[in-house]
Nanobody
Framework: QVQLVESGGGVAQPGGSLTLSCTASGFTFSSYAMSWVRQAPGKRREWVSGIYSDGNYPYYTDSVKGRFTMSRDNAKNTVYLQMNSLKPEDTAMYYC?????????????????WGQGTQVTVSS
């Protein structure tokens, strides 16, 4: 079955950096777009970034543009989220999600598998 395992979360100071990883199994990884989605306490899940199946053209929500970089390694079945210039408002549980097609979409209902999440806390 599909399995997505995130890692790399932790505590960072404002202005700091963290890199998240998500390793996938149970499906043909290179055939599907992948996304990172986050959920802060008391808030709805928010799509953060997505990348096409071939690794081209990552897309980002406006609040992280210029600070976050998403990439993927299809040989390793892994996606990454490099997060720089972290802000307290980036504090959330971060989830890796598999798209239903090779194309990026910010629509949460167009993702059919989710990981368990990794916590990111930005605090001084």
């Amino acid at each position: 079955q599909v399995q997505l395992v995130e890692s790399g979360g932790g505590v960072a100071q404002p202005g700091g950096s963290l890199t998240l990883s998500c390793t996938a199994s149970g499906f043909t990884f290179s055939s599907y777009a992948m996304s990172w989605v986050r959920q802060a306490p008391g808030k709805r899940r928010e799509w953060v970034s997505g990348i096409y199946s071939d690794g081209n053209y990552p897309y980002y929500t406006d609040s992280v543009k210029g600070r976050f970089t998403m990439s993927r390694d299809n040989a390793k079945n892994t996606v990454y989220l490099q997060m720089n210039s972290l802000k307290p408002e980036d504090t959330a549980m971060y989830y890796c999600a598999k798209g239903r097609t090779p194309n990026v979409t910010p629509e949460l209902e167009e993702h059919d598998s989710w990981g368990q999440g990794t916590q990111v806390t930005v605090s001084s």
